[in-house]
C-alpha cells in the first residue's frame, strides 16, 4: 500500500500554497529490501521478532534502519534503533525518545496514524512525506514501516527503511 502525503497551507489572503515536493524521485531501494528482508527473517511466521531482526546482519540496508518500541499510543512509540540516514534526516539521533519528541510537527501527525495503521493491521505500510527543517529546506522522504511481533498476536516493535533528500529553499 503506498500513500502519498501532500500539505496544503496557506495564510488566509496569502493565496494559494505551493504544490508539496515530488516524492517519486526518491530512492525505493532501501525501502523494497528492506520489506524483502523482513520477509526472509520472518518465514514461516507472518512476522519477524525484534529480537531476530536486532541480531541479524543488514549489510547496506543498516544506514537506512530504524526501530521502534510501540507504546500505549503512537505519540509514546519509542526509537530503539536509529540508522545514519535517519539520524541525518532528523539532524540528531533520536534512540530512546519518543515520536512526539522527534517527528517534526508538519508529519507527525501522519507518522502516528500511519505507526498505529502498520500495527494494527499487522502488515507493511509505504510512506511518503516531507517537512520543513529549522534551515528552512524541505525534506522529502520515503519510509516503509513493518511489524514486528514476539507472540504473532500483538506487534511489539516496528522496523523501518528511511531515505531522504533535502531540497534547498
Known amino acids: 500500500m503506498s500513500l502519498d502525503h501532500e500539505i496544503e497551507a496557506a495564510a488566509p489572503d496569502a493565496g494559494p500554497a505551493p504544490p508539496p515536493p515530488r516524492v517519486d524521485g526518491i530512492e525505493r531501494r532501501a525501502c523494497s529490501k528492506a520489506l524483502q528482508w523482513w520477509r526472509e527473517l ?14 541479524a546482519p543488514a549489510g ?6 530504524f526501530a521502534i518500541e510501540v507504546g500505549a ?15 541525518r534526516a532528523l539532524g540528531f539521533d533520536p ?32 510512506e511518503a ?29 516496528l522496523l523501518g527503511a528511511f531515505s531522504f533528500r533535502t531540497i534547498r529553499c
Open 95 to 126: 534512540t530512546g525518545k519518543s515520536m512526539v519528541e522527534v517527528w517534526p510537527r508538519p508529519a507527525r501527525e501522519r507518522a502516528c496514524f500511519l505507526q498505529k495503521a502498520t500495527a494494527e493491521l499487522m502488515n507493511p505500510i509505504d
Open 129 to 157: 512525506g516531507h517537512w520543513t527543517n529549522d534551515d528552512g529546506d524541505d525534506v522529502v522522504y520515503r519510509c516503509v514501516l513493518l511489524p514486528l511481533s514476539t507472540d504473532q498476536r500483538r506487534v511489539d516493535h
Open 60 to 65: 547496506e540496508l543498516q544506514e537506512f534502519l
Open 73 to 87: 499510543e503512537p505519540a509514546a512509540n519509542r526509537f530503539v534503533m536509529a540508522g545514519e540516514s535517519l539520524k
Open 42 to 55: 520472518a518465514a514461516p511466521r507472518h512476522m519477524p521478532e525484534f529480537e531476530t531482526v536486532s541480531a
